[in-house]
Every structure is written in C-alpha cells, then in structure tokens.
C-alpha cells in the first residue's frame, strides 16, 4: 500500500509533496562504475571524492544487501548515506545490487547462489582491488548469507559485519511464526510465478503493524511545511515502496532450512558438502542489532554464545527499528564512527 494513495484530496498535499517524489530527489547519490554482472545482478564500485581521507584502509568493503530491497537504503541522500560517510573516511566499498531476477535465476539454488554467484563476485573484488581478503557486511537477509558465505569460505574474508541480520530463527518473531504454519506453501506461489512476488512480500511486511501507513501520515500532517522532514521523509518512502521479488528455489530453501528448521543455529545445515555450524566462524565479527525492530528481534541477531569463545566478536545496540537504527540521526553520530573503527582495527595489509 503506497502513502501517496492514502492521502485524501481535500488536504491538498499532494501538491507539496510533488517534489520529493523519486524522479526529483538525489536518491541513491553517489556514482559507482559496474565492475562485474552475472544475470541480473551486478556488482558496483563506489569512486572516491576528491576530498575523501587521505589514510586509505588496505581490505576492501563489500556490502550484501537484503535480497527484498533495493540498497539504496545505504546511499539514501547526501549527509544522509552510510556509503557515502565511509568513503569519506578511507573505506574502499563495493556492493552487490541484486538487481530484477531474470527467469534462470528462479532456478538457482542457496548452494549455486552462495558458492557460484557471491563468490564469483567476491573474485571481481579481490582482483580489482589487488587484495586477498574482503570485509563483508551483510544487512538483513544478506547478512543471513554472508554468514554462511563466511563458514564456506572463510579464508577469504577479514572481517564480518552483520546489520540486522536474522541467525537465529528461532527467536522469528510474527514472520516466523506465520511461515511455520502449514497452509504457508511458499512452492504453490513460486510455481505459479517463479519467484515469490515483491508484492507479496511487501504485503506480509505490512501486516506486521498494519496501522503504521496511518501513523506515518499523521506525523507527515504535522511536519509538511518541514522541508528537511519532507525530504528524508519522501526519501524513504520511495525506497520502501521499491521492492525485488526473490528468485523461487532460493526462496523455498530459506524458508524450510532457516525458518522451519533454523538448521544454522543447530549445525545442521549442509551445503557444498560440508556441515555448517556457527562454531566454525573463525573472522572476527561485528553484530549491530537494533532496540526496536520488529523485524529481526534482537536475540535473533548474532550473539557471542553463538559462537566459539576465541572468536573476536563485538556487538553494537543502536537505538530505533529496523531501518531508523542505521539511518537515524543517533546511529549516524554514533554507529557509523564505531563501524569506521571496527574495520580500521582489524584492518590488514595487501598481499
């Protein structure tokens, strides 16, 4: 349900709002070159400005996005962009954008997902930057993946960062609790339309707090002589309604080995012929969890009983829900500056 259609026309604010509306706000603002493509999916590697810090780290920053938004989320605005503040202190970052999947991908599973495409990618990265090793940070569902990339591969990533990002499944919450049910049959859709529909994501997305499209525009009524508001507002209500529909056979192993099963968690979960346990985690990893999200629960973030005792693991709470905790004024004052530390601390030199 998109906000704009809510709004009656006897309050007259479509016409206020008429600027910030995608075509008119910098959305998404700073330039990248495309470096590697396989389908749909392309990898980006964000340039530099001039004015950007001169001490540059040596391992470069790949970013996995979640697979059911665009990741324009982290390049909202200018001064409001979390690759654009760490460019500006010395982070090369590249980012996989998962694109429109084409219909083949309907077909790839977790595995070729994982093994094939991500490390495909994670080549393309290593090679153009002349390095070894990678750092990672995976948000949401591309967190999920990372981690299991990171148990795969381990040797070729410095570091691991996970933004929000569902590990423990057992701690779903709603989410979880309603694919668990019996009539959820993910396979019924993904046959009918090869992938599972953005449309019918977004919908199970807002049945989580049906009212929160109301309250939204209450608080737009009140602030819409707020320029600065109407900007960061619009913003994120563009990116929100810009949904990727997640390719078929990826979706229904998600479902049944993490949610129904949360194989991850128990050290059941065998791909590429191995067993998979958070046991095994060997780089060092930094969990950022939010205080107020409703879509991944805090305990189903990473936590350091997940893991093995030697591994180097930090967690930061940042305050707000799922999207606010990276986005908002607090985390931008004090979540960007820490994860700028994290990975000049743990930084290492080319090889």
């Not at 153009?128 to 949401?140: E, W």
Request: hydrophobic residues 40%; aromatic residues 10%.
């Amino acid at each position: 349900m998109s906000l704009f259609n809510l709004i009656p026309e006897s309050l007259n604010l479509k016409e206020k709002i008429s600027p910030f509306l995608k075509n008119k706000l910098p959305i998404a603002p700073t330039p990248y070159d495309i470096i590697a493509q396989v389908s749909g999916m392309k990898l980006l590697k964000f340039k530099r400005p001039a004015n950007a810090a001169h001490t540059q780290l040596h391992t470069p920053l790949l970013i996995i996005p979640s697979m059911i938004n665009r990741y324009y989320v982290l390049d909202l605005l200018p001064g409001k962009s979390f690759i654009e503040y760490q460019i500006s202190h010395g982070v090369d970052i590249y980012l996989l954008d998962w694109g429109t999947p084409y219909d083949e991908d309907n077909w790839m599973s977790l595995e070729q997902l994982i093994t094939h495409r991500l490390d495909y990618f994670i080549d393309a990265v290593t090679a153009d930057a002349k390095t070894d090793k990678v750092n990672i940070l995976g948000h949401c569902l591309g967190g999920t993946l990372a981690t299991i990339y990171t148990l795969l591969f381990g040797d070729r990533v410095n570091g691991l960062m996970l933004l929000t990002a569902p590990i423990d499944f057992e701690h779903g919450g709603k989410l979880g609790l309603w694919v668990k049910q019996n009539h959820f049959r993910p396979e019924s859709v993904t046959k009918a339309y090869g992938h599972m529909p953005w449309w019918v994501l977004q919908t199970s997305f807002q049945m989580l707090k049906p009212m929160l499209p109301w309250h939204k525009l209450e608080k737009l009524m009140k602030e819409m002589n707020n320029p600065e508001f109407m900007k960061n507002f619009w913003a994120l209500e563009v990116w929100s309604q810009d949904n990727v529909s997640f390719p078929g056979r990826c979706f229904i192993t998600l479902i049944d080995e993490l949610y129904r099963k949360n194989a991850l968690i128990k050290g059941e979960m065998h791909l590429h012929g191995k067993t998979l346990s958070l046991k095994q985690l060997q780089s060092p990893v930094l969990n950022i969890a939010a205080s107020d999200d409703h879509i991944v629960l805090f305990n189903s973030t990473v936590q350091n009983y997940h893991l093995d005792k030697d591994v180097d693991f930090e967690s930061i709470t940042s305050q707000g829900g799922h999207i606010g905790s990276i986005l908002g004024s607090r985390a931008q004052k004090n979540v960007w500056p820490q994860i700028t530390n994290w990975l000049a601390r743990i930084d290492t030199p080319k090889h």
